[in-house]
């Protein structure tokens, strides 16, 4: 009896700091491991979760995880991290303990984990590499090789399956490294299992192809840069790896359907031969559809070719080729059926334009035809309700920004709605307020760039004690405007140092000028008198008085 194993490992955190921490290989790990685990989904029998382990642990569970399976079994090996090339472009896979500058005894090379595969005995392996170089995988010498061929992986039995290719990185969100919760592939292959939107064919089941497919056309058209690729190296059996967990009615591809009603029994006569491979197919649900549309062709047609080639289908009998005459539809005829049918299903998709294009086809060929008419009405009422729906939401992101003042946001919503429906609603009047709004602003800014630059001058002048200088700039400042800042204080600080300097104030109260006059002849006497004293003294010393 067959039994899934998966090991799903995953590599954020490195001691080595020239590695950057990754954030998303520790989610990428324990999504991915509870999608395989469960049984509405994955249904794996083993599934094992490694998370930031270091090189010997990681190693003997890869070891571990080939050995001993049968021939039947699937395993799944899933590895979110660092891919490192060294200098000869070898692929590394870098666990916890790795070193950058020791990669070869320090990290998991690809040549060990493709020996493994080669050894091991079950023939339905999946490698899944979530990492910048994956791609590398394909390289086997220095530099740019060619791509990956039946040499560079000897045996058969596996597919690889690759995040980028050898000259990108994986990517997380838009950035190599970010902070996100999942990279960007491994978000992607779990969307598809989880949704059940990677089931294409709507068998029930999402294959190894589908679940690529799904992932890598997501990635391109989210980033354009990073191209996920995939290499089969004989796989035996299908490789299904999960149930759809929401499984859709199955119906017949309507171009078939539309064959299967056509006016034309040539046509109906052709699309019981497409019915057929479907009954013949391998999913089940499109193979009952088939039958029920055989069966009622063959009870209900009113050509008797139809109903008797019908009959002969479900009774399995080999179908003879069509005859020429069976088949004598005029190419015209086709061209206008597969137009119309193209037209139909594109209005019942939505797809408005689209529909529009091939109905006015029909239209300039072959004026009336069917209700091409009618359509053309429904498609341009369809086209006129997305634009309507358009503008609107346009619309309401601008009224958003300009409620959030971002007005440069604002001013070029506005515009675009202005150029794609002129007089739209209020556009032109809010675009005006909006402008006016954006042009105060530079204006204020302008004059307040002008204010704080005389200020910053002053504010030098008083720092070099230049006061005249500072006097000269802040009575500007406050005539025009004031207020500003503490212009106020700094001029009374400078006019009150200028006067200080240009008056020195005496000490004591003012001396009038005769008060001066007469203070200063009493001063003389008195030093007049005194000498004459002096002189008397020393006269008298003299003679021996």
């Given amino acids: 009896m067959e039994r899934k194993y998966a090991l799903i490992i995953g590599n954020g955190e490195y001691l080595d700091p020239s590695l950057t921490r990754l954030k998303a290989p ?5 999504s991915l491991a509870a999608a395989l685990r469960d049984p509405k989904i994955g249904g794996f029998d083993d599934v094992k979760e490694m998370v930031n382990q270091p090189y010997t642990v990681v190693s003997k569970e890869i070891s571990k995880f080939f050995n001993d399976k049968k021939r039947e079994d699937m395993l799944l090996m899933y590895f979110s991290g660092h891919g490192v090339q060294d200098s000869n472009g070898r692929l590394y896979l870098t666990v916890k303990d790795s070193e950058k500058d020791y990669l070869d005894i320090t990290s998991i090379p690809a040549s060990f984990i493709s020996s493994k595969l080669t050894e091991c005995r079950s023939k339905r392996k999946i490698l899944i590499l979530d990492c910048c170089h994956s791609g590398a995988w ?3 010498a220095k530099g740019d090789t060619a791509a990956v061929t039946a040499d560079t992986f000897q045996g058969y039995g596996h597919v690889v399956m690759t995040a980028s290719d050898k000259t990108e990185y994986a990517l997380e969100g838009d950035q190599v490294v970010d902070d996100v919760s999942l990279s960007l592939f491994t978000n992607y292959l779990l969307e598809g299992l989880k949704t059940g939107q990677a089931d294409r064919l709507n068998d029930g089941w999402v294959d190894v192809d589908e679940l690529f497919d799904y992932a890598r056309d997501r990635v391109i058209s989210q980033t354009g840069k990073q191209k996920p690729k995939i290499w089969k190296f004989d796989t035996e059996g299908e490789l299904k790896i999960a149930k759809n967990p929401n499984p859709k009615e199955v119906d017949l591809p309507f171009s078939l359907k539309a064959a299967i009603t056509s006016d034309f029994h040539k046509l109906r006569l052709e699309s019981i031969d497409q019915l057929v491979i479907l009954l013949n197919g391998s999913v089940p649900k499109l193979a009952d559809k088939a039958a029920e549309a055989l069966q009622q062709m063959a009870a209900n047609d009113d050509s008797f070719m139809v109903r008797q080639r019908a009959a002969d289908a479900l009774k399995g009998k080999q179908l ?18 597969a137009l119309y049918t193209s037209a139909t299903s594109a209005i019942q998709a939505g797809r408005w334009e689209e529909a529009q294009s091939h109905l006015l086809g029909i239209e ?5 035809y069917k209700d091409v008419r009618q359509l053309l009405s429904q498609a341009s009422a369809g086209l006129e309700r997305i634009q309507k729906e358009k503008l609107a939401a346009l619309y309401g992101q601008a009224v958003q920004a300009a409620g959030a003042k971002n007005w440069a946001e604002a001013q070029r919503l506005f515009r675009q709605l202005e150029q794609m429906a002129p007089g739209y609603q209020d556009v032109r009047q809010r675009l005006d307020r909006i402008e006016a709004e954006i042009q105060r602003q530079q204006t204020q800014k302008g004059q307040q760039e002008r204010l704080d630059g005389i200020y910053n001058r002053a504010m030098e002048a008083m720092q070099a004690s230049q006061w005249v200088e500072a006097q000269r700039f802040l009575p500007q400042l406050e005539m025009e405007s004031p207020g500003y800042r503490d212009v106020r204080r700094q001029l009374n600080k400078v006019n009150d140092l200028v006067r200080a300097i240009q008056q020195p104030p005496a000490p004591g109260r003012p001396v009038s000028r005769s008060k001066t006059l007469l203070v200063g002849i009493a001063i003389g006497v008195i030093l007049v008198l005194c000498a004459c004293a ?10 021996g008085y």
């Fill in 26 to 30: 520790d989610v990428d790990v324990v």
């Fill in 138 to 140: 394909q390289v086997g």
């Fill in 320 to 337: 003879s080729p069509l005859s020429g005459e069976e088949l004598a539809v005029s190419e015209k005829t086709k061209r206008l059926e």
């Fill in 364 to 368: 300039k060929e072959e004026p009336g």
């Fill in 534 to 543: 002096f002189l008397v003294y020393y006269s008298s010393s003299s003679y």
